[in-house]
């Protein structure tokens, strides 16, 4: 039986580690769909409001997507630009 060495181990849980980093992308799906559905429903609610209410939902998704964008590069760096290996 051969021994695991440290670059295989290293590699290994980086690759755990991307993959965890995009199943959070999850929670940022649900986060921009949560955001646009209370929008139309505040919009039902008070038509007037529209122009506000828009730009607030631009800027909630804007922030969520983020974190998105965030976990992305992570994921991207642990596969391909590991500084460990």
Known sequence: MTGITG???IAAMSALGAGVAMVAM???G???GYNAGKT???TARQ?????TLLKLMLIG???TETAGIFTLIIS???LF???LL
């Open 7 to 9: 670059t295989d181990l």
């Open 81 to 83: 630009a590991n500084p």
């Open 61 to 63: 998704v804007a922030l």
């Open 40 to 42: 139309v429903e505040s």
């Open 47 to 51: 038509p007037e409001a529209q122009g």
């Open 26 to 28: 999850t929670g940022v």
């Open 30 to 32: 649900i986060g921009i």
């Open 76 to 78: 991207i760096m642990l």
